[in-house]
């Protein structure tokens, strides 16, 4: 009896423990988006967070991901924002289609309203899972601590409250599907060793390939290393798990793909690659090269299979393959921003090796995948630089690095929590342990917030007052142009879409110039960027622009940012030019 009663009070202390840190999580993360957003004005602060919110709503609205236009202009294909794909006559989404299907369906079936605060909840669902996957692979007391981390973690954080990027969904289905496939292996243990029924390991199986198959949709890239670890684990508990239940597994996970794929034939007429040209362009090459190596001639040549893998690494790694210059990228971005989770991690891992105890299957197998998927998204995004910050010299959590990342500071999480957990029970008595690891923790999580608030220049409460900013400013540029304008413009067309079309551009390429040109024959058309100088403004003026039959004409000032009116210049009787 007392067995049982501790057996219940443990259940219902992690239950409270649960609700506890997901309820926090959420209302902190939530509250960003609850405190920036207006009603009639909602705005995001990347172009890929502008695009995935405005084609979640229209999915949720019409059901369609395909947006008219509205210019009729032989130059309408330039006359879009950035993460949108114009072809010709309609706007089109360029990236993923994994998070607005998703987003929008929920949407559709709740309220529009809601859709800022989806990644939060799966950001619970992620905390959640993350426990139960961390429990199970290492202990209850290794999952608290790492669950406790994963919810101040900034990375985490920052991306659930900017929640219009894929990422946190991502890594959400990955964690998922990861619980769900190491459960049904339990269950079939179980099951084998105890003569039960299977149907719970079959259920669990069909979750874990119906989530990864989404991670996927989510974000189709990742499969470039992705596919490989899948093969890794398929052979590794081929035996245990046979195959006939890999074929139901990858049935699901196949099932997944049908929306994502489906939308991006009729959109893109291909199902994997999406508005990403390049990307279709790999696929092709990479599974072409692929087969290929099969061919008897081509395995008994050498040159020619060094060739083939030539290729393919060229093909993969189209960002470039400088293992150096990802190293340097892997210091700033995880053991310079995150020196507490790096080193602790690393002990943890080191301690794992020496201590044969320990060693199981699944251990092992965790931690492999987690150094192999580490290797390859630091060598393969690392290899290419970003520069979502202003300042390239600047290592801030807002930089695409933390994001894509993601993957490799979760799996950090649980090494880590084992190394501080073990610390602490070398260096204090077992009766203080437990209160010494709460007190570091603690510790850690507020340092953790306190970097995702005020950290750097891209901290949420500073980014959240950019933003209130962005509202009067994007009021004031409303009042100055036409229901029925264009503004060219640099950054802002994030800001200026839907209320007005927009074209990303500069005065510097003479194509764009001549297509300003034609639009100016139809439509208003205005520039807003950087204030000119007074040489800069006059040779635009003068030499620059008038060849292309226009001129700008200043509108109006907002701090650093100036509104310019593109007007036509017209020739009169007696050959001079007027205004």
Same mark, same amino acid.
């Given at each position: 009896?007392?067995?049982?009663?501790?057996?219940?009070?443990?259940?219902?202390?992690?239950?409270?423990?649960?609700?506890?840190?997901?309820?926090?999580?959420?209302?902190?993360?939530?509250?960003?988006?609850?405190?920036?957003?207006?009603?009639?004005?909602?705005?995001?602060?990347?172009?890929?967070?502008?695009?995935?919110?405005?084609?979640?709503?229209?999915?949720?609205?019409?059901?369609?991901?395909?947006?008219?236009?509205?210019?009729?202009?032989?130059?309408?294909?330039?006359?879009?924002?950035?993460?949108?794909?114009?072809?010709?006559?309609?706007?089109?989404?360029?990236?993923?289609?994994?998070?607005?299907?998703?987003?929008?369906?929920?949407?559709?079936?709740?309220?529009?309203?809601?859709?800022?605060?989806?990644?939060?909840?799966?950001?619970?669902?992620?905390?959640?899972?993350?426990?139960?996957?961390?429990?199970?692979?290492?202990?209850?007391?290794?999952?608290?601590?790492?669950?406790?981390?994963?919810?101040?973690?900034?990375?985490?954080?920052?991306?659930?409250?900017?929640?219009?990027?894929?990422?946190?969904?991502?890594?959400?289905?990955?964690?998922?599907?990861?619980?769900?496939?190491?459960?049904?292996?339990?269950?079939?243990?179980?099951?084998?060793?105890?003569?039960?029924?299977?149907?719970?390991?079959?259920?669990?199986?069909?979750?874990?390939?119906?989530?990864?198959?989404?991670?996927?949709?989510?974000?189709?890239?990742?499969?470039?290393?992705?596919?490989?670890?899948?093969?890794?684990?398929?052979?590794?508990?081929?035996?245990?798990?046979?195959?006939?239940?890999?074929?139901?597994?990858?049935?699901?996970?196949?099932?997944?793909?049908?929306?994502?794929?489906?939308?991006?034939?009729?959109?893109?007429?291909?199902?994997?690659?999406?508005?990403?040209?390049?990307?279709?362009?790999?696929?092709?090459?990479?599974?072409?090269?692929?087969?290929?190596?099969?061919?008897?001639?081509?395995?008994?040549?050498?040159?020619? $299979?060094?060739?083939?893998?030539?290729?393919?690494?060229?093909?993969?790694?189209?960002?470039?393959?400088?293992?150096?210059?990802?190293?340097?990228?892997?210091?700033?971005?995880?053991?310079?921003?995150?020196?507490?989770?790096? $080193?602790?991690?690393?002990?943890?891992?080191?301690?794992?090796?020496?201590?044969?105890?320990?060693?199981?299957?699944?251990?092992?197998?965790?931690?492999?995948?987690?150094?192999?998927?580490?290797?390859?998204?630091?060598?393969?995004?690392?290899?290419?630089?970003?520069?979502?910050?202003?300042?390239?010299?600047?290592?801030?959590?807002?930089?695409?690095?933390?994001?894509?990342?993601?993957?490799?500071?979760?799996?950090?999480?649980?090494?880590?929590?084992?190394?501080?957990?073990?610390?602490?029970?070398?260096?204090?008595?077992?009766?203080?342990?437990?209160?010494?690891?709460?007190?570091?923790?603690?510790?850690?999580?507020?340092?953790?917030?306190?970097?995702?608030?005020?950290?750097?220049?891209?901290?949420?409460?500073?980014?959240?007052?950019?933003?209130?900013?962005?509202?009067?400013?994007?009021?004031?540029?409303?009042?100055?142009?036409?229901?029925?304008?264009?503004? $060219?413009?640099?950054?802002?067309?994030?800001?200026?879409?839907?209320?007005?079309?927009?074209?990303?551009?500069?005065?510097?390429?003479?194509?764009?110039?001549?297509?300003?040109?034609?639009?100016?024959?139809?439509?208003?058309?205005?520039?807003?960027?950087?204030?000119?100088?007074?040489?800069?403004?006059?040779?635009?003026?003068?030499?620059?622009?008038?060849?292309?039959?226009?001129?700008?004409?200043?509108?109006?000032?907002?701090?650093?940012?100036?509104?310019?009116?593109?007007?036509?210049?017209?020739?009169?009787?007696?050959?001079?030019?007027?205004?």
């Amino acid at each position: 009896m007392s067995r049982l009663f501790k057996f219940s009070n443990k259940i219902i202390l992690t239950g409270v423990y649960l609700i506890v840190i997901g309820s926090l999580f959420f209302t902190a993360t939530s509250a960003y988006q609850y405190c920036i957003q207006q009603p009639s004005f909602v705005k995001w602060s990347a172009p890929d967070e502008a695009a995935n919110f405005y084609f979640s709503k229209l999915y949720a609205k019409t059901g369609q991901f395909i947006s008219d236009n509205e210019i009729d202009s032989p130059a309408a294909e330039i006359v879009r924002p950035r993460s949108f794909k114009n072809n010709g006559s309609s706007l089109l989404p360029v990236s993923f289609l994994g998070l607005p299907i998703l987003y929008g369906t929920l949407a559709r079936l709740l309220v529009v309203d809601i859709l800022p605060f989806i990644t939060p909840v799966i950001g619970v669902l992620c905390l959640w899972f993350f426990f139960g996957l961390t429990k199970r692979v290492f202990n209850q007391s290794t999952g608290v601590v790492a669950t406790t981390l994963a919810a101040t973690f900034p990375v985490f954080v920052y991306y659930s409250a900017k929640s219009m990027f894929h990422n946190v969904l991502f890594l959400s289905m990955l964690v998922i599907g990861a619980y769900f496939g190491y459960r049904a292996i339990e269950w079939w243990r179980d099951a084998k060793e105890n003569k039960l029924c299977s149907c719970l390991a079959l259920c669990s199986l069909a979750i874990s390939g119906l989530a990864f198959g989404w991670a996927i949709a989510t974000r189709t890239s990742e499969l470039l290393w992705l596919g490989p670890l899948f093969v890794l684990l398929i052979i590794v508990y081929f035996k245990e798990v046979g195959w006939y239940r890999w074929l139901w597994w990858g049935a699901w996970f196949g099932l997944a793909l049908v929306p994502m794929a489906s939308w991006n034939i009729r959109l893109h007429g291909s199902w994997y690659g999406g508005g990403y040209p390049a990307m279709s362009n790999s696929v092709n090459t990479i599974s072409q090269t692929s087969l290929s190596l099969f061919n008897w001639h081509n395995l008994t040549t050498s040159s020619v $299979i060094a060739e083939k893998f030539t290729t393919l690494k060229d093909t993969i790694f189209y960002f470039g393959f400088w293992p150096r210059r990802s190293l340097g990228v892997f210091y700033h971005y995880c053991v310079e921003m995150f020196p507490w989770l790096m $080193i602790l991690a690393a002990i943890g891992v080191i301690l794992f090796l020496f201590n044969r105890r320990q060693w199981s299957k699944d251990r092992w197998m965790f931690l492999i995948s987690w150094v192999l998927a580490s290797v390859f998204l630091v060598i393969y995004y690392g290899s290419w630089k970003f520069n979502d910050n202003p300042d390239p010299n600047r290592f801030t959590i807002g930089n695409s690095y933390t994001r894509y990342w993601l993957p490799i500071y979760f799996g950090a999480l649980p090494w880590a929590a084992e190394a501080l957990r073990k610390i602490i029970r070398f260096l204090f008595r077992r009766q203080i342990a437990k209160t010494m690891v709460i007190v570091i923790v603690t510790i850690i999580g507020f340092y953790n917030l306190r970097f995702v608030a005020i950290g750097s220049e891209e901290g949420l409460i500073y980014t959240g007052q950019r933003q209130i900013k962005d509202y009067q400013l994007l009021a004031s540029v409303l009042r100055e142009t036409e229901a029925n304008s264009v503004i $060219i413009t640099k950054y802002q067309d994030k800001l200026f879409f839907p209320e007005r079309q927009v074209i990303v551009g500069l005065f510097d390429d003479d194509n764009m110039n001549r297509y300003y040109a034609q639009i100016l024959e139809k439509r208003p058309v205005y520039y807003f960027n950087f204030k000119f100088t007074d040489k800069d403004f006059k040779y635009l003026n003068e030499r620059r622009l008038p060849p292309f039959g226009f001129k700008l004409k200043e509108v109006s000032s907002q701090g650093d940012f100036t509104l310019y009116r593109l007007e036509k210049i017209i020739e009169n009787h007696v050959g001079k030019k007027r205004r």
